[in-house]
């Protein structure tokens, strides 16, 4: 079987690791099936939390980038240079702050570390470069930290977007239209069945698509889900069935 997981808020509670006995289940449930990881975070910044799993198909910067089984790194749909030109336009006439990837660098500025609480997951191994906004000739996705203004949802709506938003974090995810972790999953398994493990809105479509969805945590947007656990009973549901 395939399972997939989410990472930030599903196996990482930190930001900054996946515990012992965590990768201990994921490790023993990987002899027998087939795993992969889907994030929000670029495949820079999932590789420091697995080192564990060389081989295994990363998702990366929800859908926009993966990582092959032969370790390939892979665009798989950039923003537009048209709908990426207006997001820059309005990153400055809103004065926002921002984190954007491109295929490996990433530019970012974020004037409110405690309530974006991001700094300490991004480029963990130093593999990248933080540079200007200007420099970003493509980006991936892009991550709006503080849009306060109902006006700013209603222009990006106009642009050919994915568009995920967090409340909790008050931040807006923006990937190329059409992309999040389940087109990308599909490319590579076009109908595969799979068990589907996640907590975010940018898990939706993975979850509803799923043979079996866990739903980690208390995001009511995952209500449909088949199962619902706690960050403490994910570890006793992988010993169960692994």
Known sequence: MIFVFD???TISFDGKSI????????????LKNQLIFASARPIRDMLPLLSAFPKELLIGGNGSIAR????????VQPISAHDFLLIKKI???????????????????????????????IDQCH?????SLSEIDRA???NL?????????HELKKLNLEIVRHEEAKSIDLTAKGVNKYTTLRQYFPKEEYIAFGNDDNDIQLLR?????IAVGSNQALDFADIHLNEKEILRYLEKIK
């Open 7 to 9: 990472l930030d808020g």
């Open 19 to 30: 515990s012992l006995e965590l990768l201990e289940s994921l490790t023993e449930l990987s």
């Open 68 to 75: 092959n089984k032969q370790q390939q790194i892979e665009i």
């Open 91 to 121: 990153i400055t006439d809103q004065d926002l702050d921002y984190l954007v990837d491109s295929d490996w660098n990433y530019a970012l500025l974020n004037r409110d570390e405690e309530r974006a609480q991001i700094n300490d997951k």
């Open 127 to 131: 593999l990248a470069k933080n540079v």
């Open 140 to 142: 991936i996705k892009c």
């Open 145 to 153: 930290l503080n849009p306060q203004s109902e006006i700013i949802l």
């Open 209 to 213: 698509h799923a043979e079996l969805s």
